[in-house]
């Protein structure tokens, strides 16, 4: 069970440095009007992003500190909306 820390009504989930899983994020295709997803510093690898690629109505999206690599970036290619997407690893 995952807890959101923060879903403004503007349709931004903040679910930054939180226990979320893979498996968690297939809830998330089903929530209507999901625009900015914030998932930096989570457990979340490549396998996750299969879901995150659905969502979509997604503008932002921030991978930052995860564990997905490259081969996970195709996942995301349905999401025309998108505008940001914040992906890397912090220094150190």
Sequence with gaps: C?????????????????????????HFVFYPGVVGLR??????SDAGVQFVGEMRDLESLSLH?????????????GLTK???????MDPG
């Design 39 to 44: 998932l930096a510093r989570t457990e979340v």
């Design 82 to 88: 998108l505008e940001q997407l914040w992906i890397g």
């Design 65 to 77: 500190n995860t564990s997905i690599t490259d081969c996970a970036l195709g996942e995301l290619s």
């Design 2 to 26: 995952i807890e959101v820390n923060e879903y403004h009504p503007d349709g931004n989930i903040e679910l930054s440095e939180s226990e979320v899983v893979d498996s968690d994020l297939q």
